[in-house]
């Protein structure tokens, strides 16, 4: 009899099982989104995309338009949005493109789109300054002058560092001294047993003045 | 009879001498592990800051950006930094170019990009030093949120920053939009750029950048005439 409770149980966890998928399913098709900004776009010409509707907080977009794959990445906490950039690929035809993102574990496709076109839309500046009118590089500016020794005295960074953290010197001086004073409390403890042994009792108590 | 007192007498000494070395030791060690200002090796990568930032100390509310007028001279006083500025493009790698050498006590600012004072990021380069000497920004990487930074501009008003981050980036993973971007929208924001970490003798360079963000905070014009 006890079989019918257990068998009710299975069933109704499976019925759970079954349904959830679907439930899920249709919930996330429907609420992730990608935009693309610049909404039209040349080829060659640098875009990002925003998705909205996503769980996690990390993610990919991908679309026969893009360069690239895009990795998506947002502030902690899930639901918030994600966000990437690409490229439109170069040389690409006209037309408009889907954009498909994978987070959460699956696929959700067509989820927004992009359009291409050769001709540059209106609002973009017809003056193309060239690819590094903003700097992307780190700057050169040491001649290393400073970098053989560490000094203290200068609250200078120019210094050369093989391991990061500890300074070799300070290390070993410190370790050192620690070594010493071990050996030192070991000899003298030993000494302390011996002439505790001396007196009979051998039971360590005491300091070394083994009264009698 | 006990094996006397004089041995007992020494063998405390002996015991507290030991001891003492012992605590002197670790404390010289705990010292290097905890890198704490005045350790004798700088970071080479990662939040400068956050070494030295007192906890919940609370920085100073921003100003709003003011007209824009181009700068002519920098000073951090915490850092006794005084300095004149250059306007100075970008090199064929797409980084700032700093003023030469042969100035190293010169600061340059990127002069396509923002000055300092309107909204976005003001981006100043200096040396931090030359193959044989100390240069300008050799003192950069002991600025510490709150410190002041105070920028003389071509139409005579101090415009006062307040550092928030001092921040090591290095070469190969380079946030280019950390460092050249502004960080938050509407506010007029500075950073003072130089290198650090190692240096490569065989590439001539050094393998990080230093970078100290400060906002706006203070603006004082000065009365004309």
């Known amino acids: 009899m006890r079989s019918v409770p257990i068998a009710l149980r299975a069933a109704g966890a499976a019925v759970v099982l079954v349904l959830a998928p679907m439930a899920g399913g249709a919930y996330a098709d429907g609420g992730v989104k990608a935009t693309v900004t610049p909404s039209t776009a040349s080829p060659g010409a640098d875009i990002d995309v925003r998705v909205q509707g996503c769980k996690g907080t990390t993610g990919t977009a991908k679309s026969p338009a893009f360069v690239a794959d895009v990795e998506l990445t947002g502030r902690d906490g899930g639901g918030n949005p994600l966000f ?6 170069s040389g690409l035809g006209d037309g408009t493109y889907k954009v498909t993102v994978v987070c959460d574990g699956r696929d959700h496709r067509d989820v927004g789109t992009v359009h291409v076109t050769h001709r540059k839309p209106t609002h973009e500046p017809t003056h193309r300054p060239t690819h590094h009118a903003t700097p992307v590089a780190p700057v050169r500016a040491g001649g290393g002058g400073t970098a053989a020794f560490a000094a203290p ?14 300074g070799t010197p300070y290390t070993l001086l410190g370790l050192g001294l620690a070594a010493v004073a071990a050996v030192a409390v070991a000899f003298r403890s030993s000494r302390r047993q011996a002439a505790a042994s001396g007196t009979g009792t051998g039971t360590g108590t005491g300091s070394g003045t083994g009264s009698d | ?18 001891w003492a070395l012992l605590l002197l030791g670790l404390w ?7 890198e704490g200002p005045g350790g004798s090796s700088a970071p080479t990568h990662g939040d400068i800051a956050a070494v030295g930032r007192p906890l919940g100390m609370a920085l100073p509310p921003a100003h709003e950006p003011i007209a824009p007028a181009a700068p002519r001279r920098v000073e951090v006083p915490s850092l006794g930094i005084a300095a004149p500025v250059v306007a100075r493009g970008l090199d064929a790698t797409g980084a700032i ?12 600012w990127f002069g396509a990009g923002t000055r300092p004072g309107a909204a976005g990021a003001a981006l100043l380069v200096g040396h931090v030093d030359t193959d044989t000497r100390p240069a300008v920004f050799y003192g950069l990487s002991a600025a510490r949120p ?15 920053f307040t550092v928030d981050d001092v921040q090591v980036f290095p070469r190969g993973d380079f946030d280019a939009s950390r460092v050249y971007g502004r960080r938050e929208p509407g506010r007029a924001e500075l950073r003072l750029i130089t290198c ?3 240096f490569d003798r065989a ?15 203070g603006a004082v014009t000065r009365v004309p005439g």
């Open chain 2, 196 to 198: 650090g970490g190692s």
């Open chain 2, 203 to 217: 590439a001539g360079t050094y393998s990080a950048n230093v970078v100290v963000s400060a906002y706006l905070t």
């Open chain 1, 84 to 89: 990437g950039d690409t490229t439109i690929k």
């Open chain 2, 28 to 34: 010289l060690w705990g010292r290097e592990v905890t």
């Open chain 2, 97 to 108: 170019d700093p003023p030469p050498f042969e100035q190293p006590h010169a600061v340059g």
């Open chain 1, 153 to 166: 005295a200068a609250p200078g960074v120019a210094q050369t560092t093989t391991e990061s953290g500890l």
């Open chain 2, 1 to 18: 009879m006990s094996s006397g007192t004089r041995p007992a007498g020494t063998g405390r000494l002996v015991t507290g001498v030991a």
């Open chain 2, 146 to 160: 709150g410190a002041k930074v105070r920028v003389t501009r071509t139409d005579g008003t101090v415009a006062e």
